[in-house]
């Protein structure tokens, strides 16, 4: 299905190199191609290969079936070749034998590639679709949903201590066996690979007060970079142990490692913001404001990163809704990757958790999940942000520690 390859043709006849006519396209009898055209001749049917027409498409009106088969052609830059001659007559028919025409046929038409959604876009698209679905068998109840005074209890609280929300574990009774099993795996993986251990941080004394600025900011840089070393030990052990990660291929579990970094690593910070100081609680119980960090070298996604945190805050974005996040960022479809497929079906396992519950979780707030998809759309571009930081860290203060380049990939930046 990933390449939609073209299925070997019995008794072809050989081509010979001296420069004869490619073989003659399979053609369908006049019979069946009668049977189709009358099948469907009441019907809008699809431009392209005269298929019943589902809607518009990528500017198109189009089949269901040459609607995936463009997506699947555009997001994984699959390329095909014509066997006969790069002139095929499409039909329903010999859409499947050749692949290359079909998406001629498509381009011809109209499909534009500008039109596909991106892959957050698609997450917020079929979530928004699922909750419509689920609304209609679920009834809402007060009992399930946040009281006002817990709500504003929760906002003037650190966020460390807002994670665990009032009545999330009452939440888990309504979901689902297999629902509930991971979301308590997942946030067991979270709460134990949160902070580094105590032997761990004994090798790293807190940060001593500096006389110069100059100083300090080199104190500052040392410790951060020291801290985001433990923490990257953290997150691959955290992503390691996920369910399903460890059934992808080596290749492609590096891959979303190395690709994920820096989103995952801006979400395990929104989660240790302190609104009360508006700073980042490291390890030791160290306050970073953003002055601080911008003396340590982060100046250029300071701003960001913390306006990303404080939406998070504001959001009041629990323990499991956090851990989810992660995984979904994890599984997300990467350039390079051997199985896609098989990485988006992982994907959409911890949407539908996710999905599941904030429904039962966030009954009376009716555009939550919405707004924190979002918060994917906007961890992608600070994400990206947070590598070329990082890379410019490289020039300033020189190379980082070989952990740090490798996991987040820093020289594939030059």
Known sequence: MLNEKCPPLPSLTPISLTGSPPPEPPRVTQIARSHVIKKHSNEDLCVICGDKASGYHYNTLSCEGCKGFFRRTIT???HYQCKY?????????????????????????????????????????????????KKK??????????????????????????????????????????YKELIERIVHLQD?????????????????QSKTEEELSDAIFVYMVEMAILVTRLIVEFA?????????????????????????????????????TNSIVFAH????????????????????????????????VDNTEYALLIA???????????QPELVLKLQE???????????????????????????????????????????????KKGNLPPLLTEYFDIYDEK
């Open 137 to 178: 068998e679920l009834s809402t109840s007060s009992d399930s949903s946040s009281t006002p005074s817990t709500a504003a209890a929760a906002a003037n609280t650190p966020a460390l201590a807002a994670l665990a929300i009032s009545g999330s574990k009452d939440v888990l009774s309504l979901l689902s066996e297999d």
């Open 85 to 133: 001659g790069g002139d095929c007559e499409m039909d329903m028919w010999m859409r499947r034998k050749c692949p290359a025409c079909r998406l001629k046929r498509c381009k011809q038409v109209g499909m534009r590639e500008e039109c596909l959604l991106t892959e957050h876009q698609c997450i917020i698209r079929n979530s928004k679709r699922k909750m419509k679905m």
């Open 285 to 316: 119980g160290t306050l970073f404001t953003p002055d601080s960090m911008i003396l340590g070298g982060l100046k250029e996604i300071i701003g960001k990163m913390f306006e990303f945190s404080k939406s998070m805050n504001q959001l009041l």
């Open 76 to 78: 994984r830059k699959l």
């Open 192 to 208: 134990k690979y949160e902070l580094p251990s105590s032997d761990d941080l004994k090798l790293h004394e807190k940060m001593q």
């Open 349 to 395: 396992v911890y949407l539908d958790v996710l999905v599941s519950y904030v429904e039962k979780r966030r009954t009376s707030q009716k555009n939550y999940l919405a707004r924190l998809l979002m918060k994917l759309v906007n961890l992608r571009s600070l994400g990206h942000d947070h590598s070329l930081t990082l890379y410019n860290l490289t020039l």
């Open 240 to 276: 390691k142990n996920l369910p399903g990660f460890r059934g992808l291929l080596k290749e492609d579990q590096i891959i979303l490692l190395k690709a994920s970094s820096s989103e995952v690593m801006m979400l395990r910070t929104a989660r240790r913001y302190d609104p009360e």
């Open 328 to 338: 979904i960022s994890i599984f997300a479809e990467r350039p390079g990757l051997t």
